[in-house]
C-alpha cells in the first residue's frame, strides 16, 4: 500500500470542506483509520492529542515532491495542495475501495468541518478511551473523563469530555 498515495484524496476531501492545518490532518486522519480505513499510520498522545509521526513524514514527503504546500504564516500550518500535485501524482493515486469509500465519505460529513480544537478532544477522548480497553483496564465513562483530565489537565472542561463521548458514542467509535 502506498501511504502518501492514499493520503492525496484524503487531503483532496478535507480541503473541500476547509483548509486544514496539520493538527487538523492528523485528527481527520486518526478519525479515518478509527472508522477502519487502514493508512498504516501509528499513533501516541502529543501535546495536541493523538499524533503519527509517520503522517507528519508523509506530509513533508508530499511537499518535496511539490503535491503540495504548508503554509507557515499565520498561527497554523496549513497545508494546499498544489496545482502542479495533481499532475505529478495522476495515476499513482490509490483510491479508496468501495466498502472504505462511504466510511471515508461519513468521517468527511461529520468531522470535516469541525474545528482543530474539537478536533483534539474527540480524538484525544477516543485515544484514551481504546488505550485503557488495550490495558485491559476499565473503560466506563468515568475512567475516560479521568484519563483525559490526566493528559489535559483543565485545557477541556468535563462538560467537553462528555460531549466528545456522546459523539463518539453515537458515531460507532465507542460503545460503552
Known sequence: MNKLGRLIPIIREISRVQKPGKKTLQKLVYLIERKGIKLG?????????PYSSGLDYAIHRLEMQGVLKINTEGMTHQIVLTEDGGLIWEGEEETLSGEELPLFEDVIAKFAAKSAYDLEIITTTDYVAQQLKANGESWDHDSIVKGVKKIKGDK???EKIEEAIAILQKEGYLEL
Request: negative net charge.
Open 41 to 49: 499510520f501509528d499513533y501516541s498522545i502529543h501535546y495536541y492529542g
Open 156 to 158: 477541556f472542561t468535563q
